[in-house]
């Protein structure tokens, strides 16, 4: 928050009329900051106190420069970022008469804040000791216990343009703004505002020698406005002081001097609970001060509501006068004192006041401008009553000014234009409240000359360089009162519409975890920004948003999986057209699941079951796959399950193959959108019981992981020592497998994908894959038969990175583990998409491979992954597929991997004679969309191969 300008703490109404302007400035100061001899202070940048005190590398304390100022050097003291100086500061060097010192707190730039100094302890913020040929203005300076300023054993000092903000701390007796003491002498205090609550604003003390006070305004003083005690030859002249309690002027203890031009208002609407009915006199002169003392064209603002006059108004030589008619009877002074109104507000005089042009021009201390800098100038609309032929002053510290009005908001014809291009400004906008004739000067705001001339025909302008500007007019009266007014801003534009660009990424975490449906656009601002009119952003799902011009970052949640094109609309001021377009993929990404049992039923031959979005746990956001596991038992018949989403139309896919007499599991991810269900069709001719468990969801709206296709590699094979266990586990029996922080898999890593297995087998059984560090964490692996080799492929989460395999049954059997890959919190991974399931391949019909035939013994199949069916063409780095092998003539296993790799020494599906099996494999896509499997039973064999979905990665858009 910035502080106020430059009448900090005065809780009265504004400063100047409204529309009033003046020629003489605005209350706001810059110096020049490059000037010779400039110290500067300035604690808001990088500074030292031991330092030279230049612009580049300033002091930190204004003490520090009033330690070494010299005679004709400035203190500029600097604040920026409106930091106050808190710190009491005291200068004891002098200036002389044709060199003086100087300390400013003027902002360097126009509108800038005054610096502020605030005391420390009982010390005042400033004191000027036994110095000569100083000057301190535009300062804020508060009171926090001591007083503000102080003057002591001085002369030829000015304190001008100062502000004292309200004081925080109202201790009795004492906080006042200016003390002037003694041993000083030809001290002027002048054009300052001083806020509520100090106990007096401005304090001479006995011994003072030719003190001016003038033109200042004090508000609200607890013990009094301007308080002169024997002083010799002081002038209080053209002050404004609203003292509702205490006595406005003083002049006491022998003091002599002149008392002129001063308004002192009662203002009873600001009187506190503390003196409900004050008695103090508006103005005092005490008995021994008398003989030595003028008072002339004051004014005592001491009405009320009903006309009543509550409290003296003066006090002259010990005497109480309710009236200026009583004092000027008894006393001869005030002759043209004024008394009778009531003061409500700080401003200028209202128009035809008493107080216009009725001040004594000659008085001692009358400045020729106001407290703002405004020109003392005669109203031409008042009769003037001073006694000045050429400037007449208004009574108190606030000028009344030419009420100039502006019409606001002129337009240039035309405002736009392809550069360069000449428009035309009218001149004849103001009116003055005095009737007076008006001169302008046009600024273009394009850094030409101005142009300048008498008001009414309009000027015209030539714009060469393309830009925004904003001119700007300033009328000026025959007295000097003027005003500044801007006219609607001219848009001068370039030959080419500004370029537009878009580019969005994936939302993500700071830990890796990836939202990836909910996409990041960025929207850089253009180049000739000031061009553009308005932009807009289509997210290619049917909704749009309205862009602000600057720099931007727009979030946008995509409904559902799939890719589309967001396109950015950038309209210029001349209704040119400029687009940019970013595509996103929308996917979704993996939330690892506790596997739980979510429910078991038996289905009916032919029969459905209905799974809802609840029951496989699919019900939370954005999902729209869950990674399910299937086992079945006591089939009444050979056949197949097929999963797919509830209400659509069954597919010509399996999930998994079961027949009479033996259990069976496997993996599928199902398609759950749009409806949430998911529908289990028995395609055999008797009933099977089934078991699902939910063991992770793919989410487009969830901060989720990513998953890494690994190359291929066994971590567990106890017929030797890979994996560390050497020999069959016995039955019941389990081996620990580390699968985290080797083989590439980080430790990090929140799931691992494993085709796991039996082989040499002694009795039948089936596999258990726990997470080491969650016992509640598990899922089966292969059923298998006396002598059968059996695998499988699960999804399990880690905890520590590593899996527990238990062999569950009664005799031994050797275990195998092959990483197929991972997931986890790493943007740069592949993300998913799920599809419609489709049979991709059957080498029965023909359809993937183009011919009818099995795959031969020892023999390769290549197959096309990309490019149809709604994987797209390049970027994918996985597939996931379940791979059935039906009725095999013989023994053996597939292995499917990535073309154009070496083929790994792992298995995917395993399969024995007669037996059709199937199993879920993600596997890893070559560079060219291929995949290969290879046949390394030692029989020919049919394939089919169902598509479930894809993983891919995409650049940003």
């Not at 302008?440 to 850094?447: I, L, M, T």
């Not at 097929?642 to 069954?650: D, I, N, Q, S």
Request: with cysteine; aromatic share 6%; glycine share 12%.
């Amino acid at each position: 928050m910035h502080r106020p300008r430059p009448a900090v703490g005065v809780s009265v109404a504004v400063l100047i009329v409204a529309g009033v302007m003046s020629g003489g400035g605005t209350g706001r100061a810059s110096a020049d900051p490059g000037s010779a001899g400039t110290l500067y202070v300035n604690h808001d940048v990088a500074c030292s106190d031991t330092g030279a005190g230049t612009q580049s590398a300033p002091f930190c304390t204004v003490q520090a420069a009033a330690d070494v100022v010299e005679p004709g050097q400035t203190v500029r003291i600097e604040s920026v970022d409106d930091q106050t100086y808190s710190e009491s500061a005291t200068l004891t060097r002098s200036g002389t008469k044709d060199a003086p010192i100087t300390f400013t707190g003027a902002p360097i730039s126009a509108g800038g804040s005054w610096a502020e100094l605030a005391s420390t302890g009982s010390a005042p913020a400033l004191t000027l000791k036994a110095v000569h040929d100083v000057r301190v203005e535009y300062l804020a300076v508060r009171y926090r216990g001591g007083d503000g300023v102080a003057v002591t054993d001085s002369e030829g000092v000015d304190l001008d343009r100062l502000s004292f903000p309200r004081p925080a701390v109202r201790a009795p007796g004492a906080g006042t703004a200016v003390t002037v003491d003694g041993a000083s002498s030809d001290v002027t205090v002048s054009r300052n505002w001083i806020g509520d609550g100090y106990a007096f604003g401005v304090q001479v003390e006995p011994g003072a020698a030719r003190v001016t006070a003038t033109t200042n305004v004090v508000t609200t003083p607890r013990l009094g406005g301007i308080a002169v005690t024997g002083a010799s030859g002081a002038n209080v002249t053209s002050n404004t002081v609203i003292a509702p309690c205490a006595t406005g002027i003083s002049l006491g203890g022998g003091s002599s001097g002149v008392v002129e031009n001063n308004v002192v208002a009662s203002t009873t609407a600001r009187q506190s609970d503390t003196c409900p009915a004050p008695t103090a006199p508006l103005y005092t002169v005490s008995a021994d001060s008398a003989a030595q003392v003028t008072g002339d064209y004051n004014v005592a603002a001491n009405g009320a509501p009903g006309g009543t006059r509550p409290r003296p108004e003066y006090s002259w030589a010990g005497a109480p006068y309710s009236t200026t008619a009583a004092l000027r009877d008894a006393t001869g002074q005030g002759a043209h004192d004024i008394d009778g109104l009531n003061m409500l507000s700080l401003t200028a005089p209202n128009e035809h006041s008493v107080l216009i042009d009725s001040a004594d021009a000659d008085a001692p201390g009358e400045l020729s401008t106001d407290i703002n800098g405004a020109s003392r100038i005669d109203d031409p609309l008042v009769a003037d009553t001073g006694t000045s032929a050429s400037t007449r002053p208004d009574r108190g510290a606030i000028e009344r000014q030419d009420t100039i009005y502006f019409r606001v908001g002129d337009t240039p014809s035309p405002t736009i234009g392809l550069a360069p291009f000449v428009t035309s400004l009218r001149t004849d906008g103001a009116t003055s409240s005095w009737g007076e004739a008006f001169t302008y000067s046009v600024d273009f705001g394009d850094g030409g000359a101005p142009a300048t001339g008498a008001a009414g025909a309009p000027v015209t302008h030539t714009y060469t360089t393309p830009g925004r500007y904003t001119p700007s007019i300033t009328v000026t009266d025959t007295d000097g009162s003027s005003r500044t007014g801007q006219y609607v801003p001219v848009l001068a534009a370039t030959a080419t519409p500004p370029a537009a660009s878009l580019s969005g990424v994936a939302d993500t975490t700071s830990d890796g975890q990836v939202n990836a449906g909910y996409a990041r656009f960025t929207v850089p601002e253009p180049a000739d920004v000031w061009e553009i009119a308005y932009r807009s952003l289509t997210f290619g799902d049917g909704s749009q948003q309205n862009l602000a011009n600057g720099a931007q970052e727009v979030p946008h949640q995509y409904p559902t999986p799939g890719t589309y094109t967001a396109t950015l609309t950038q309209t210029d001021q001349l209704g040119r057209t400029t687009t940019a377009k970013a595509t996103f993929h929308a996917a979704d990404a993996f939330v690892a699941m506790t596997p739980e049992f979510d429910t078991e039923k038996t289905i009916a031959a032919h029969g459905v079951l209905k799974l809802s979005a609840a029951t496989v746990r699919a019900d939370s956001d954005g999902v729209d796959a869950a990674q399910l596991q299937i086992v079945t038992s006591a089939a009444k018949a050979s056949g197949s399950l097929t999963l797919y989403t509830h209400g659509t139309t069954r597919p010509g896919t399996s999930s998994i193959n079961f027949e009479p007499g033996r259990s069976a599991r496997n993996e599928a991810t199902v398609k759950v959108t749009p409806t949430g269900s998911v529908d289990i069709y028995n395609g055999s001719s008797g009933a099977v019981t089934v078991n699902v468990a939910t063991v992770g969801l793919q989410s487009h709206a969830q901060f989720a992981e990513t998953y890494h296709p690994a190359t291929p590699v066994r971590l567990l094979d106890t017929r030797g020592a890979t994996g560390g266990v050497t020999g069959p586990v016995a039955g019941g029996h389990s081996v620990t497998l580390t699968a985290a922080g080797t083989h590439g898999v980080p430790t990090g890593a929140s799931a691992v994908v494993l085709n796991v297995g039996a082989t040499t087998t002694k009795a039948s059984g089936s596999l258990t894959v726990s997470t080491h560090g969650d016992s509640g964490s598990s899922v089966t692996g292969p059923y298998w038969t006396t002598g059968q080799t059996a695998s499988a492929q699960i999804v399990l989460p880690l905890v520590d990175g590593k899996v527990v395999l238990r062999n569950t049954s009664r005799s031994s059997a050797n275990l195998i583990a092959d990483l197929v890959g991972w997931y986890g919190p790493t943007a740069s991974g592949s993300q998913f998409q799920p599809v419609t399931p489709v049979r991709i391949l059957n080498t029965h019909t023909g359809a993937g491979s183009g011919r009818i035939a099995r795959l031969g013994a020892h023999a390769t199949l290549k197959l096309k992954v990309t490019g149809a069916h709604g994987v797209p063409a390049s970027g994918v780095s996985a597939v996931d597929l379940n791979l059935t092998v039906p009725a095999p003539s013989g023994t053996g296993y597939l292995i499917a991997y990535a073309d154009g790799t070496s083929r790994p020494s792992v298995h995917s599906v395993d399969f024995t004679t007669k037996h059709t099996v199937a199993n879920r494999a993600l596997v890893k896509v070559g560079t060219n969309g291929e995949i290969d499997l290879y046949n390394a039973g030692s029989t020919s064999v049919d394939i089919y191969a169902d598509l479930l979905g894809d993983y891919a990665t995409h650049p940003a858009g």
